[in-house]
């Protein structure tokens, strides 16, 4: 079991960067596939990225696609999602949610959640 914890949200002007941490629990860390999801009022919580247990394969969301970045240190039981540029569309609860096995896209594929961290982007 890898239960996320996030860190890293806060209010931000647009144009501003912030950076997710989300450090995680249990032995077996590289094992687990990490999504970072995020859920604006009103709306469904949204795919942002994912990255595979060894860091090798990352997916991002379209909205996301070459302005964030996914990492992770497998030394620290930490996943990134580092957020230059921000926009007001991007305010949300940024969620952090594990896996055994591959990587994936799908919130419902996620079997541990963190309890989310709140980004605020003002105009």
């Known amino acids: 079991q890898v239960q996320p914890v996030e860190s890293g949200g806060g209010l931000v002007q647009a144009g501003g960067s912030l950076r997710l941490s989300c450090a995680a629990s249990g032995r077996t860390f590289s094992n687990y596939a990490m999504g970072w999801f995020r859920q604006a009022p009103g709306k469904e919580r949204e795919f942002v990225a994912a990255?595979?247990?060894?860091?090798?394969?990352?997916y991002y969301a379209d909205s996301v696609k070459g302005r964030f970045t996914i990492s992770r240190d497998n030394t620290k039981n930490t996943v990134y999602l580092q957020m230059p540029s921000l926009k007001p569309e991007d305010t949300a609860v940024y969620y952090c949610?594990?896996?055994?096995?591959?990587?994936?896209?799908?919130?419902?594929?996620?079997?541990?959640w963190g309890q989310g961290t709140q980004v605020t982007v003002s105009s």
């Open positions: 990255i595979s247990g060894s860091g090798g394969i990352t």
């Open positions: 949610a594990s896996r055994t096995g591959g990587i994936r896209r799908t919130r419902n594929d996620y079997d541990y």
